[in-house]
């Protein structure tokens, strides 16, 4: 499936909507809803949010969820669970970019609800830029974009691959509870049944080519002439470059000086949505000494042919295990325990002399189905549903 790159988001949705998107912010939806113009990004997920809708109201009707707008509410009554959600995502969309975790959010919502329904608890549901301290009638609390052990609070956010979402106790990334895992629960999967899966999931990821963020497939990509190392750069500013052992950008200057003597080419791609000025003068002045070679093809084409994967933590090393690729992170993630963890120029040239897997291909496997059937959740599979009830009976019953 070739992905067609679309222009960038017009003046419609962002002049026109930007009243739409204002109103769904505070949680305005009918009101949003009626001076929404029909651009792409308002039509892309339509269905789906007036899906949403209408299980909100439903609830509403019946006493089982109740839309708060302030931001400092007052005591909420009776046993709930309170769900912190984005409601700009009620919204059109500013650029097209945010389609598909607009469209992984509300589709987690929509089965968090009923999660909720049928464990016999009322739903308050509260923007995330409102978000007060915890309420003594709250049974538990699901927080959109955080992180941090805190009782009674289980943090959630999209995850690597369009549908799945983490919903953990710790946080996501490297705050997430899989930061400390270890093998044991390895073992009680099945080496066929972790091989069957892999392979159908590897055929999905190689036909279908999906990826969090819109790839550029439309040139045909041309392989290096030599062997070479591909390095996913992430945006400095993300709250996940905290978890780095250091800077992303010592981190490129790193590979690159660590292949300069070798027959290995190193290839960066930059983050889609990156504009940072130190970045892009970095990378020019690493293309110019011949060090580095940049790339905007899509990151299924880098990782396919390359020898190994580089990141501080981002998700696109989680999709190269994907290709059972060796992958080196400098920081801390959920999926580590797959990977080469380099705090050091030392720990980098000894890991890479040779270019190597952390584990063997069977135990990358079984990783790869604890981490996409157990620990992520998705929001596609019938299973969503029982999953996250079984989530808040758990932190429930610890408190």
Known sequence: MRIRRRA????????????????????????SDFLTAPSYEAQKNKKLIKECRVTINSLAKENKLEIIKQKRPGKLSGKAVTIVFPFSFFGPQNRSSRLGEQSTLTNFLIEALYSIETLGYKTYLIDDRNEAEKQTTEILRLSYHTYGKKPEVLHYKVADLPDYVVLDNCGYSGWSSLTSFEEEPLNKIASEDATEWYEEFKSLIFESKISKYEQNDTLDFKTPTNKYVFVALQMRGDSTQKL??????????????????????????RHP????????????????????????QSIHSLIRSCEAVFTINSGVGSEALAYLKPVYVFGSCDYQFATHMITTKQDLYVHTHPIKLPKTELTIKKFLYYY??????DVKKEAAQVKIAQRIKEEAAAL
């Open 244 to 269: 780095a052992n250091v800077d992303m950008l010592d981190m490129l200057s790193m590979i690159a000086e660590n292949f300069s003597d070798e027959d290995v080419e190193v290839v960066v791609k």
């Open 273 to 296: 949505l990156c504009t940072d000025t130190e970045t892009a003068e970095l990378l020019e002045s690493l293309s110019s000494s011949g060090l580095i070679t940049t790339s905007n």
């Open 8 to 31: 960038k988001t017009g003046i419609i949705n962002k002049i026109l909507n930007k009243p739409a998107r204002s109103l769904a912010k505070r949680g305005n939806l009918s009101a």
């Open 372 to 377: 996409r059937n157990i620990y992520l959740i």
